[in-house]
């Protein structure tokens, strides 16, 4: 392991084994839920949500801003799956991890998926279907977007791994988010079925599909146990594990000073 401008680095194509394999991913998710707390969790956006005072125009700015990145990122798992088919075809079950991902994104509960009960959570904040689907972002929120188009189309096959280990922190923030809009905002828990289903996906195996949140950490793992590392400089896993947090922090401290919220 090299020492990188605070980040841990690693040498390329130097197997671990199962146990130092964990111990690695482990402190990725460490790292990431430390900072997803003092960024996001312990942020004023959050913190106004939580206490019923935020103005429903910021969560609606907000949701609308979150949902033109759900399709971007949704889409990129395709783009992913087709970069990286030569490391899949050498396992069957990581292939199949993998798809079983991609089907619980696009495949339930219908075609096209997740989209059709993003749309429904949208509609009870009072915006229409095409609000949630074709608003153009705000730069403070496009940044966590493109991050992760540069590090589908520019990094290795470990930097995006890591880049989605967020997943797991946004199981968290869905039921916050949920428990935010049922209590202080009375809605019905039918209408923030977005975040219930993604509280679900991203931490719970549901109808025979592991948790997102697994699927990562299974992938990582094997990734590291094969010595599959081929980070590229400016990149990292560490780096791309902690990188999306601050700009989810940076899109909800945009939605407020786009409404000039203190």
Not at 55 to 63: G, S
Not at 76 to 96: F, T
Not at 205 to 231: K, M
Request: proline share 3%; with cysteine.
């Amino acid at each position: 392991l090299l020492k990188e401008r605070g980040f841990i680095r690693m040498l390329e194509g130097k197997r671990m084994s199962k146990e130092e394999a964990k111990q690695f991913v482990d402190g990725l998710y460490r790292k990431m839920h430390e900072r997803w707390k003092e960024k996001v969790t312990n942020g004023l956006f959050m913190r106004r949500l939580q206490e019923g005072k935020l103005p429903m125009e910021a969560i609606q700015l907000y949701y609308r801003n979150w949902a033109a990145f759900v399709l971007t990122i949704n889409t990129l798992g395709l783009a992913v799956y087709y970069k990286q088919i030569d490391i899949l075809k050498k396992d069957l079950k990581l292939m199949g991890l993998f798809a079983s991902k991609l089907v619980d994104e696009f495949g339930k509960p219908e075609p096209p998926g997740h989209i059709l009960v993003l749309v429904k959570t949208g509609k009870a904040l009072g915006l229409s279907e095409q609000e949630v689907l074709s608003t153009p972002q705000l730069p403070a929120a496009r940044a966590l977007g493109d991050f992760h188009k540069v590090v589908v189309w520019d990094g290795g096959i470990g930097d995006y791994w890591a880049s989605v280990v967020w997943e797991e922190a946004m199981g968290y923030f869905s039921e916050n988010w949920r428990e935010a809009l049922i209590k202080k905002y009375h809605l019905k828990l039918d209408d923030v079925v977005y975040y219930t289903t993604h509280y679900e996906a991203d931490l719970k195996e549901h109808e025979g599909t592991a948790s997102h949140s697994s699927i990562v950490r299974g992938v990582l793992e094997y990734l590291l146990e094969q010595g599959y590392v081929d980070e590229r400089i400016g990149f990292g896993l560490e780096y791309c594990a902690v990188t999306p947090v601050d700009l989810n922090a940076v899109m909800l401290q945009g939605v407020l000073d786009a409404l000039k919220i203190t």
